[in-house]
């Protein structure tokens, strides 16, 4: 998370600077919203954060198709941004994702924090 932030700040201004005079910056915010819960899927269930441990060829294929999980879903939330802010009720798509998002943060936070990393030795 610790390089997230300033890069989602960097794009955003990258964002504005070249954007049109009706730039439509809001559109990020779903996608934010939504970074810490997307920050935890890799280390439910006791899995080790990506990369920190040498991986298997065999754990390698259920990471690429939980990646493949994550594009796809972020296309889907990207679409229903997208539609929600041609039809007026973007607002109230943020107030639900933020909703969302809060409910599924503590308590995936609560099973990370509870799981038990295999030793290395």
């Known amino acids: ?3 997230t932030l300033p890069l989602v700040g960097v794009l955003a201004l990258l964002a504005w600077l070249i954007g049109t005079r009706d730039s439509r910056l809001l ?3 779903p996608g934010i919203i939504a970074l810490p819960i997307y920050a935890m899927l890799g ?6 954060v990506p990369l920190s441990l040498p991986g298997e060829e065999a754990k ?9 999980g994550t594009m796809v879903v972020s296309a889907i939330l990207a679409l229903i941004a997208t539609v929600s802010w ?13 909703i969302s998002a809060i409910g599924l943060y ?6 990370v924090g509870s799981a038990r990393w295999t030793s290395l030795e």
């Not at 280390?43 to 080790?48: F, N, T, W, Y």
């Open 43 to 48: 280390c439910l269930g006791g899995h080790a």
């Open 27 to 29: 559109l990020l915010l």
């Open 86 to 98: 041609n039809h007026g009720w973007f607002k109230w798509l943020l107030l639900v994702e933020t």
């Open 106 to 111: 503590f308590p995936m936070r609560s099973m």
């Open 60 to 68: 390698s294929a259920g990471r690429g198709v939980k990646m493949i």
């Open 1 to 3: 998370m610790h390089f």
